[in-house]
């Protein structure tokens, strides 16, 4: 027989249900707004969680140090939710020292600047005994208080096993709690999973003021990392070490986004999304660009020639400029070389050939950094395919140059987007971190007037003239305007 169970549902929301000609008593008001307060509270603590939404900033000055005045800090407005999903919102305005709710500072040091949920009766209880109808208020705001040190907030993705592998499905389905207590359970539930049921507990009466506040500094919002100092010993005249101390804010270098916590609003987690937090470098021109922009027309295999012997002007010769310094020790034969694909005369097969480079120099050049890098082919090949009567090119190629992002990095770590030149770089889901970056053009084939090629003595350089300066153990000099990576003799082809 089926028997029903012990225990009961267990309510967790409870309102008035009324009725016609019903008189409305207090309590019955007072349940419904706490309720719906409840409500909202609940929905700030699974939907947006914990943390800063926006503001609560402070203003600094040239060198990143905080602005004081009268040891105060300007703490602008701001919104966040705290670990209950109370919201705390701040009009904005100074806070000092003395405007905490906690005992004044033992020591001088860096202390955490956070936020609580705070409220008032307005007036106060006991305000007016005699006045029955007055009615009472009840505010709701925020309070700041200071604790010793600063933790840095941790934005890390839970650890995966190396052994196992998560699935989508898997992930969602632990992270939100779905299952526990299982050998089979790799990932832990989130944070906000394990206090969902988490109830606020008693305010606290500020002795400074009249505000009652959430004294839990796990509940609160930290916000900044600030150094206090001892006022008295900040002017030149007039200290007296027997004094009392008289505790501020120091205008020293604050901790701010290493501190606190976010609530990722739709438009900023739009923005993620769009991968806006990051710009990575790509290649903002070829010196050949407008070789590039029509495939059918042939470049004149003069004007070609022209270019490879340019070995000291940059725009004149070969030259691929980045958007951002890229760093010089992942600049090599390997991560930017050019190929040509000629048509071989017997069989009318196509060849690839890779040009080999003397050198790779590197122009803009900035503590291990370039911006602009020159590549200059091998002397003796260009005088056995552009100067040379047996030339395997001189009825016509394709030039084809090959960067390969996910083997640059630049200032910041980041593969260079391989994105090519003439997509606009604000053009949302193009971005091609890691890519390849081509750029190609056809060169026609040479004069048949005359059989091989005089090079222009104004433009060609040998290569035994040509300075270079070479970085030692893969850094630039920081005042060098340009530096060189050559190849391993392995790497030349003839």
Known sequence: MFKKPVEKPQAWSR??????????????????NSDELNRQRLTNKALHGFGVVYGFGVTADAAGNVKMVDGCVEVSAGLGFDRHGRMLYWPGGPIGVDDTVTPDPEHEGRYTLRVHYAERQHPPKMYDPCGKDQPTWLDQGVVFSLTPGWDAVDRDCPT???????????????????????????????????????????????????????????????????????????????????????????????????VRPYVYRSPLLYELLNCCDVEQARINSVSWNHWTTDWSTAVPWDDFADRVHSREDVDSGFSVQFTKPVKIDTIHPSSIFVNIVYQESRTDYWMRQEIPMAELRVHEVFEGHGSVVQLIPDHDWIEAEVTGRQSTLKHGFRFELTVRGQLLRDECGHMVDARPVDVDPHTKCQDRPGGDFLSVFQVAAQDHHHDYYEPDPSTYVPESESETVTPSDGDAPSTSSEASVKPDESDKTK
């Open 160 to 258: 995966h096993p190396h052994s196992d592998c998560i699935s989508h499905e898997d992930y969602l389905c632990q992270r939100t709690g779905a299952i526990s207590g299982s050998e089979q359970i790799y990932l832990p539930p989130a944070d906000d999973v394990q206090t969902i049921s988490d109830e606020p507990g008693l305010l606290m009466k500020a002795s400074s003021s009249d505000w009652c506040f959430d004294p839990d500094v796990d509940v609160s919002i930290p916000l900044m990392a600030l150094d206090v100092c001892d006022r008295t010993k900040q002017s030149d005249s007039d200290y007296d070490p027997e004094c009392d101390p008289v505790w501020g804010f120091c205008d020293t270098r604050p901790e701010i986004c290493n």
């Open 15 to 32: 309102r008035p249900q009324f009725e016609p000609r019903q008189l409305l008593t207090a309590d019955q008001l007072n349940a419904m």
